[in-house]
């Protein structure tokens, strides 16, 4: 081991230097760079098992700007650094590596679809709002990248039958809670439901643009629509008369049925459904 013309191949540990106040890597660095080398036994002995020798310092003045080092730019210094070890060789091409820049980007905030739920024929009746209305999100600019704008909530709450105006604790989704950071680490969820009160009932008949020779099979049949309305609007919804419109022009001239077709349909109706949905036609 005292001599001095020793080869052999190590995987030699290095490590990127750069402002991690301004910069961050996405990923594993690359730890070891593979060399030739040639020297006395005891020293490439220590080199191969890596005992108490310090790492190869390679400094990125402006990491964001590259993917990747050629390892031939490096072989200058390498080999001023192994000395009295003779480096002969460096066989990995290059080493790849992402490092971005750390920026701020504020997010726009928006409710999980799958965090929350609604009671029975309760319906969303204003906009969902959020106090702050925006957040602010710090980290990687590629990793800001992937939220495309905005940031999710997550309500947690069931069955929701009365207005919410809820504080929410925020959370950075999993994968990324190494690399990001929130300014904001609340905001207040607020919106409005109402009930929508279930029922059925009968329908006139009106029937528009027949010919004299064309009539509806079981004419006498009654035709009831399921229904849901806001309850906040009962009263009204009581004083309409709803009829059921058949209109000879709009017939399916395939099987010579019609569909059965509401009127009038407020806004603050929902129809279920039309029963017969649709009615057949006859001829003389």
Known sequence: MNKDDYTTVVDYPVEFAYDPEQYMPIGDLPSG???EI???????LRKYFNINESPFIIELEN???QNQIQTSELKRSLTDFLSPTQLLSILDDSLSFQIDRIQSARLRPYLDSTSFSLA????LISKISFDPDQITLRGPSSVLENFEGEF???LDENRIDQN???KVKLEIPKQYRDQLSLQDEVVTVSFNVVNF????QRLNLVKRNFPNKASLANEDEPILFYYLVDSREVEKFSEIEFEAILDFSQRNREDSTILVRVSPKPEYLEILRIVPEKIKIVYE
């Open 33 to 35: 760079l593979q060399i």
């Open 164 to 166: 919410i105006e809820k």
């Open 120 to 123: 029975t024929n309760y319906r």
């Open 152 to 154: 999710p909530v997550f």
């Open 197 to 200: 009160l279930e029922g059925n």
């Open 63 to 65: 990491p964001a700007r």
């Open 38 to 44: 040639n020297g006395n036994g005891w020293d490439l």
